[in-house]
């Protein structure tokens, strides 16, 4: 689950992490009271997206080289101004694509003087099955760039679960960044800070750039990307209230009510299967073959008729969706019970692209035995390569 900036550096506050100071608004009248509750004279006003680049991104509607989503301000009644001009209007990121999203929140901050500009983030490392920290002086930049051009610059370590964090991974970071003296007892006050919110929320991501030095000689946080781990949010009642649903694709929002694991693409062939590894391995043919997924879902081992059918509900409602291929294997989940699911789903939204079944594993002559005898308009395949053959091809013919 991701948040929004402000909703982060709440939350990095709560652990003493140094942020600066700033307010949540809504509307203009509440950005207008946030910047006259801050000391000023210098204001940043940011777009609140589940996006990065915010600060180089676009606004539809405004000329080209309007300013992007993250501004400067001088005054109150320019924080007004920029307000006007970009709530309720589409920002489009590198991240976010053509479509933009839009800004319906602003987060007014005091302004830093910076003195220089570093990045950290911090992720769970499946290699080593170890929190990693990645430290780079590089701040500011998009990272990935860094990364290619110049990856001597970005140096990552873990830190054993057994330990914990202690000083020579704070002495670490501030080697890296080059900070002596009370910078360096910051920087690895900060380490243990850092480390102490990531385990004890379930973060799955932290990511913080830039992270800077002022001209007052303070170690800030200027930025702060949260992504929680969702199978840990029951633990955390108190981070789930702070989910924003607009930032969400509906499909996916009403994917997590019933448990499915479901990523909207932007292909036109939807995928419904069983086990993260084989919708992966789905994707791929169905690429190899010319075609593109529409989606990622996996209905998980023990899935219900009535969890399958919301699936394929979820899957019709996509507009782009021009076929759908169900492939699944039976193992602890039945053929039947997928069929019946699949069955009671068409009845009920109708079909209105090509559907192909595969099949395979436990009760498998029945879940064919419950298609066949439905009377729909479903095609069978023997395996994934002639499921992926067949509904590309299917695809392309009703395109025809």
């Not at 076929?323 to 019946?340: K, Q, S």
Request: charged letters at 25%; hydrophobic letters at 45%; a negative charge.
């Amino acid at each position: 689950m991701n948040i929004h900036e402000y909703q982060g550096k709440a939350v990095l506050k709560n652990f003493g992490v140094t942020v600066s100071a700033g307010a949540p608004a809504f509307t203009v009248d509440e950005a207008i009271a946030a910047a006259n509750a801050l000391p000023g004279p210098v204001y940043v006003v940011k777009s609140q997206i589940h996006a990065g680049g915010r600060g180089k991104g676009k606004f539809k509607g405004l000329p080209a080289d309007a300013k992007g989503g993250v501004r400067l301000a001088k005054s109150v009644d320019e924080v007004a101004s920029f307000a006007r001009e970009m709530l309720g209007r589409t920002l489009v990121t590198e991240q976010t694509g053509p479509a933009g999203k839009q800004v319906n929140r602003l987060y007014i901050e005091d302004g830093s003087e910076i003195e220089k500009e570093f990045y950290l983030s911090m992720l769970v490392d499946r290699e080593t099955s170890r929190v990693a920290f990645v430290v780079s002086t590089e701040g500011g930049m998009d990272i990935e760039k860094v990364a290619h051009d110049t990856p001597d610059k970005i140096v990552t370590f873990s830190v054993d679960p057994a330990t914990g964090v202690m000083a020579h991974h704070g002495r670490k970071i501030a080697q890296v960044l080059g900070l002596t003296g009370d910078l360096a007892k910051q920087a690895s006050i900060l380490t243990a800070q850092l480390y102490n919110a990531f385990l004890s929320t379930d973060m799955a991501m932290l990511e913080i750039n830039p992270l800077v030095v002022t001209k007052q000689g303070e170690l800030r946080c200027l930025d702060a990307k949260i992504n929680f781990d969702s199978n840990a949010l029951y633990r955390h009642h108190e981070l789930v209230k702070l989910r924003d649903l607009t930032e969400e694709d509906e499909k996916e929002i009403e994917a997590s009510k019933y448990d499915l694991n479901y990523i909207a693409l932007e292909g036109t062939i939807g995928c419904m299967v069983n086990g993260a590894g084989r919708a992966m391995a789905t994707m791929d043919i169905i690429k190899r073959y010319g075609a593109t997924p529409a989606n990622f879902l996996d209905v998980g081992g023990g899935a219900t008729k009535e969890k399958v059918a919301a699936a394929f509900k979820i899957i019709t409602s996509d507009p782009n969706v021009k076929g759908i291929l169900v492939n699944i294997f039976g193992g602890i989940m039945r053929c039947d019970v997928v069929a019946e699911g699949v069955v009671a789903a068409v009845r009920e939204v109708g079909l209105s692209v090509p559907l192909v079944v595969r099949l395979e594993g436990t009760n498998v002559e029945l879940g064919k035995k419950v298609i066949a005898e439905s009377g729909l308009n479903v095609v069978a395949a023997d395996d994934l390569d002639d499921a992926a053959q067949k509904i590309v091809r299917a695809t392309r013919k009703e395109a025809a």
